[in-house]
């Protein structure tokens, strides 16, 4: 066998990664050893079917890879920030922008959200769990996997390096000749198959698991958006699957789909990506607008302003959101009437977007506001976001693209509507519903902290992007003479990403003080919330809710509250629980040696991959177990324990 | 015993796929106009498909996921439609020439 | 587990209406899948390049033998699911091996035809369209073996536990998967075979 291409050559930085990932490995080994934590680790967690636990794996995996793509932000940013300088070369630099993409926007956004929907939603809606728990974990596993297997790559064989959109013929096999593509399709295959999975959980659970009352005009905004969500990523990642299934085809197999000869069209990448892409970014987006939804009537002790309008324009932009693919190529040479006709569709979603954030300024209007740490992300959002929306239409415009396009106006437009519509909104959800799942709050003084170097910062590196981007400098270009001017605009961009870094070290640095010294909630409702994940206890017990709650009204805790409407009625029986299983784990260490086998064109192991994975599916079928039943004893006591009271 | 193995409607279903694919033949062997032949084409297909949909499947069966599987249908239908015409339109009928 | 006597087996458990209802949100995404992969076949149909077009390859016989096949499975596979709901166990299993019979036959001529492909000269490498016709071909076909496979083990599963709410779940949930294949094949038949060779 041929070794000489697993190895990835040159760069002090690139050993300096293998020896850290090395250091991280035996020292997460021995650790686990040493402290005889393996067997915890394998029952409480890599076997779990538990939504919430699942959602903290999501959610940790996330904050990795915050870190994974941010060291990538900020190596670009420091290659940058003079002109000519020395620290990557043209082939560093490319993997380094083209996993920046990928981690931020399918392995950290995605599994954020995710994560952050699968601790909240059965809890909003009144459920015990989801309605597949053991697929929750398949989904989980997948997605982890996929996400380890892009990783491996910067180390074993070479990154992908023909940007995170990879058109065609770039990422060809003639000019992308290293293994870094075929990570590409693989990886987000395994992944997108796992994210797929959890949009079907999603939509079954959110519409047939709502506890007795809960019409759907009664769910909380937050499950809504999620709804829609889940029903977009159900609906646009087979053609994902699908084009990435060809780009493998291609670059494994030699067909001519995407080509430039024998009739391959290399364009037929670009449209299929975007038919995708563009949907992917309400996928990350209607969440945030759901999070922020939930936070703005929390804080201003307010039911949400136009509720109605609110749903129906989620539903809009779901539907739209399908029909503006072709403005991320205005320039390919299609003619006008398709430019004008996405030009058309592409400003329409301003419009729906545009009531949901007059909606939130007027539940704002005469409220009670309490700045709280959610809260301000929440209130810089709005008009962060509109810069974004603004240069949004800006672009939209099919003839003045042609100006823009891949400049870094466009870098800047996109860093403007994705960080406050996705990583704003995560980090709030993160603050907000933080308490619920350990039991104390983060603590608000370095919370803040955080936030303004955030925030700050966040607007030093992107908004000069704007002008360098009018200035004329393209995306994607390594370095830059001198005599362009565009040196000092690079050096301010660069001193922002170093402050978002520290507003970022801080804000972990919170979970570790606040773990030690924030004092314990026993109330289960520390911010005085209106919804039902709120009227159990936190940390949350594993069955959710002691007795199902019945809902009249659309904000259930609050009504609960004020109107002294009781939820719970029911006496306490006993609960079924789903068992823990191990076999969601093993299918996605399976998948990924089979997607590593295929990336290194070793056909026999891959076939043998391939027959363990319908083994393990075979063997998930004859699976005959019936789950477990908690008693009402146990319940009682747990009850009590958790809210204070000696057992 | 028959009549229980065979239900009446499986069976006219069954017959009637047949037929429609026999029907739609006639592209072939029949000296049509383009139009002619893909309007055939388009019927037969969408009569076939929902004969599976409604005979077969039993889509409207349950009464409290009727509607939701419908509106499922139709949002797929919208997505795909949108994806196969859209690209068409945009690389064929709408390219700049 | 709570068992609603008035709803047929399949349905008779919340889990088991919910695994119908969650099916057919899978089912409505093989549609934009589908509907992908016919995308790329008809931006591709005229892109032949030095290869082959469609009506140099293409036979009727055999497709309308395919037709045949795989619309008598979906008949027969509905009448296993009619036996099934009467609790009749042995017409359920002949039915049911009848169908998965003509999906091995159905998979066993389409294997036959790519291969007379190959021996003309169009491979999956020779240009965009045999590309893209390989794929979708392939894509359903690899359906229909998937479905060939996981029937069979249903089928076992049916042998030896009998018709109760977990097999007859799982036996109706492949009825629509089979079903469905059905229709994807009415698209192929109608839009790649005949309009290729009107």
Partial sequence: MDLEKFKVHGEPLIYGAMISIALATIGIIVGLTVFKKWGYLWREWLTTVDHKRIGVMYILAALLMLFRGGIDAIMMRLQTAAPDMKFLDAQHYNEVFTTHGLIMILFMAMPFIIGLMNVIIPLQIGARDVAFPRLNAVSFWLFFFGAMLLNISF????????????????????????????????????????????????????????????????????????????????????????????????????????????????????????????????????????????????????????????????????????????????????????????????????????????????????????????????????????????????????????????????????????????????????????????????????????????????????????????????????????????????????????????????????????????????????????????????????????????????????????????????????????????????????????????????????????VGIILVMAAMSFDRDHGFYIPAKEVIATEKKLRGETV | MMKQLFPIRHVMGYIASLVLSAAALAVIYLDLSKTVDIIILTVTAIIQASLQLFVFMHIGESADTKKELYINIAYALFVGLVTIFGTLFIFLWGWYA | MKIDASKPLEYATEENSNKIFGFWVFLGAEIPLFATLFTVYLVMVDRFASGPSGKEIFEIGPVLIETFLLLSSSFTIGLAIHAMRHGYKKAMMVFMGITLLMGLAFIGIEITEFFTYVHEGATLQTSGFLSSLFVLLGTHGAHVSFGFLWGSVIMYQIWRQGINPATANKAFIFSLFWHFLDVVWIFIFSFVYLKGLM
Avoid: C
């Fill in chain 1, 155 to 610: 180390v074993i064989g070479g990154s992908p390096d023909a940007g995170w959109s990879a058109y065609f013929p770039l990422a060809s096999i003639e000019f992308s000749p290293t293994v870094g593509n075929n990570y590409y399709s693989l990886a987000l295959q395994i992944s997108g198959i796992g994210t797929l999975i959890t949009g079907i959980n999603f939509i079954v659970t959110i519409l047939k698991m709502r506890a007795p009352g809960m019409k759907l005009m009664k769910m909380p905004m937050f499950t809504w958006s999620v709804l829609i969500t889940n029903i977009i990523i159900v609906f646009a990642f087979p053609v994902l699957t699908v084009a990435l299934a060809l780009m493998m085809f291609d670059r494994l197999f030699g067909s001519q789909f995407f080509t430039m000869a024998n009739g391959g069209m290399d364009m037929l990448w670009a449209n299929l990506f975007w038919v995708w892409g563009h949907p992917e970014v309400y996928i990350v987006v209607l969440p945030a607008f759901g999070i922020y939804s939930e936070i703005i009537a929390t804080f201003s002790k307010k039911n949400l302003y136009g509720y109605t309008s609110m749903v129906f324009s989620m539903l809009i932009i779901s539907l739209l959101s399908f029909l503006v693919w072709a403005h991320h190529f205005y320039t390919m040479g299609q003619g006008v009437m398709v430019n004008s006709f996405f030009s058309i569709t592409t400003m329409a979603i301003a419009v729906p977007t545009g009531v949901k954030i007059f909606n939130w300024l007027f539940t704002l209007r005469k409220g009670r506001i309490t700045f709280t740490t959610p809260m301000l992300y929440t209130l810089a959002f709005i008009p962060i976001f509109t810069i974004g929306g603004v240069t949004g239409v800006m672009l939209a415009m099919a003839s003045a693209d042609y100006q823009y396009h891949n400049t870094m106006f466009l870098v800047a437009h996109f860093h403007y509507v994705l960080i406050p519509g996705a990583v704003f909104a995560v980090i709030a959800g993160f603050h907000y519903w933080f308490p619920k799942v350990f039991g104390f709050r983060l603590n608000e003084r370095l919370g803040k902290h955080a936030f303004w170097w955030i925030i700050i910062s966040f607007n030093v590196t992107f908004f000069p992007l704007f002008l360098l981007g009018l200035m004329g400098m393209t995306r994607r270009m390594y370095t830059y003479s001198e005599e362009t001017g565009f040196g000092p605009l690079n050096m301010l961009s660069f001193a922002g990403a170093l402050g978002l870094a520290i507003g970022f070290v801080i804000l972990v640095y919170n979970i570790y003080w606040s773990t030690r010294y924030e004092p314990r909630d026993t109330t289960g409702d520390p911010w005085d919330a209106r919804t039902l994940e709120w009227a159990t206890n936190s940390p949350i017990p594993a069955y959710n809710f002691a007795v199902v709650p019945k809902v009249q009204t659309r904000d259930a805790l609050w009504s609960a509250k004020q109107d002294n409407i009781p939820l719970f009625t029911e006496e306490i029986t006993k609960i079924h629980m789903p068992s823990n299983t191990g076999k969601p784990f093993i299918l996605g260490v399976v998948f990924f040696f089979f997607g590593f086998f295929l990336v290194f064109s070793m056909w026999i192991p891959a076939i043998v991959a391939g």
